[in-house]
Nanobody, 112 residues
Framework: QVQFVESGGGVVEPGGSLRLACASS????????MGWYRQAPGNRRDLVAL???????NYSDSVKGRFTISRDNVKNTVYLQMNGLKPEDTATYYC??????WGQGTRVTVSS
């Protein structure tokens, strides 16, 4: 079963940027889609960015225009470039293909 390890989180001021990485234990080519999700304390886990194997992407309205998902099929890694961060982006971020166990996630805190 494929496993994912997220990294790249941290503390950033409003308006700042971070790039998250998700390393896959298996080939990304075999995954029809890869998604980045986030969960703030007390909230449900929501999908914020989706990458389809044919190159299509989709974003939640809350991050559209600020976040960019990409995948490197050679490194078997999925990235989430986050620009223009807002305090409401504070959450733990996870990646998943919809069929694997959840990883530990990476914590993002946006605060001045």
């Amino acid at each position: 079963q494929v496993q994912f390890v997220e990294s790249g989180g941290g503390v950033v001021e409003p308006g700042g940027s971070l790039r998250l990485a998700c390393a896959s234990s298996g080939s990304l080519v075999n995954n029809y889609y890869m998604g980045w999700y986030r969960q703030a304390p007390g909230n449900r886990r929501d999908l914020v960015a989706l990458s389809i194997v044919d190159g299509r992407t989709n974003y939640s309205d809350s991050v559209k225009g600020r976040f960019t998902i990409s995948r490197d099929n050679v490194k078997n890694t999925v990235y989430l470039q986050m620009n223009g961060l807002k305090p409401e982006d504070t959450a733990t971020y996870y990646c998943n293909n919809g069929a694997s166990p959840w990883g530990q996630g990476t914590r993002v805190t946006v605060s001045s």
